[in-house]
C-alpha cells in the first residue's frame, strides 16, 4: 500500500526556520521524483520545490531561491524541506508528491502520489 506521510509543519514567527519531512512507504525512492507543493488559501497548490531522482538536481521556484533547501534519504525512505527566513506568504499547506521518473517538475499535474499535507503558518 502506497503511504506519502508529511510532517513538521508548525506556526513560526517571520525570519524563522523549519523542517519539513515526507516518509514514503509502498514504493522506492530510487524510481521517483519528489516535489514539495503547497497551497496557501484561496489559491492554487504550486510549486515550491523538487528534486530529481537521478542525480540529486533541484529546481525551485523564484520564491524560494536561498531559502528553501530539498534532499533526500532513499534508504530511510524520506525527503526534507528545510526552510530559513520564512516569510508570511510562505504559509500554506504543503505536500510532498512522488511522480516516477528522473526529473521532477513544479507543476501540480503528473505527480502519481501525495500525501494530505502539513500545515506551515508563518506569523508573529
Known amino acids: 500500500q502506497v503511504q506519502v506521510v508529511e510532517s513538521g509543519g508548525s506556526l513560526v514567527q517571520p525570519g524563522g526556520s523549519l523542517r519539513l519531512s515526507c516518509v514514503v512507504s509502498?514504493?522506492?525512492?530510487?524510481?521517483?521524483?519528489i516535489g514539495w507543493l503547497r497551497q496557501a488559501p484561496g489559491k492554487q497548490r504550486e510549486g515550491a520545490i523538487c528534486i530529481n531522482s537521478s542525480d540529486g538536481r533541484t529546481n525551485y521556484v523564484d520564491s524560494v531561491k536561498g531559502r528553501f533547501t530539498i534532499s533526500r534519504d532513499n534508504a530511510k525512505h524520506t525527503v526534507y524541506l528545510q526552510m530559513f527566513d520564512l516569510k508570511p506568504e510562505d504559509t500554506a499547506r504543503y505536500y510532498c508528491a512522488a511522480q516516477r521518473g528522473r526529473i521532477c517538475s513544479l507543476y501540480p499535474n503528473g505527480y502519481d502520489y501525495w500525501g494530505q499535507g502539513t500545515q506551515v503558518t508563518v506569523s508573529s
Open positions: 509502498g514504493f522506492s525512492l530510487d524510481y521517483y521524483a
